[in-house]
């Protein structure tokens, strides 16, 4: 089962920028957006998967790990049910698969810090590739 979609990768040169996508999926059995954080992660082929931004659904909170500072902006639209990654000034290191999750606070806060996500999070999308070339 698949409880979350992502949307919106693709292949850009460096520099470019790309909208990522995140929203429960019609299979969903539960609302995953309500009392829920939402976060973004990547795959890289150097990496294993680590966050890179947060937001919590209540309230709006935002939580960016370094990697992401001053490049990406993670915001949810009006009705909450679509979260967005905007990422500017693409780099080829940023290559890899995109994944959304559902999970607590305490996710956000990890994925700030750099922590683990392990026991935070509920609820995974099945990734969006991106490839940035040089």
């Known amino acids: 089962q698949v409880d979350l979609v992502e949307s919106g990768g693709g292949s850009v040169q460096a520099g470019g920028s790309l909208i990522l996508s995140c929203a429960p999926s019609?299979?969903?059995?539960?609302?995953?957006?309500?009392?829920?954080?939402i976060g973004w992660f990547r795959q890289t082929a150097t990496t294993e998967r680590e966050g890179v931004a947060a937001t919590c659904i209540e309230g709006g909170a935002t939580y960016y790990h370094n990697s992401a500072k001053g490049r990406f902006t993670i915001s949810q639209d009006s009705t909450k049910t679509t979260v967005f990654l905007q990422m500017t000034s693409l780099k080829p290191e940023d290559t890899g698969m995109y994944y959304c999750?559902?999970?607590?606070?305490?996710?956000?806060?990890?994925?700030?810090?750099?922590?683990?996500?392990?026991?935070?999070?509920?609820?995974w999308g099945q990734g969006t590739q991106v490839a940035v070339s040089s």
């Open positions: 999750a559902a999970g607590d606070s305490g996710m956000a806060i990890a994925i700030m810090f750099g922590g683990s996500t392990q026991s935070s999070v509920g609820y």
């Open positions: 019609e299979t969903a059995t539960v609302n995953i957006f309500t009392n829920y954080c």
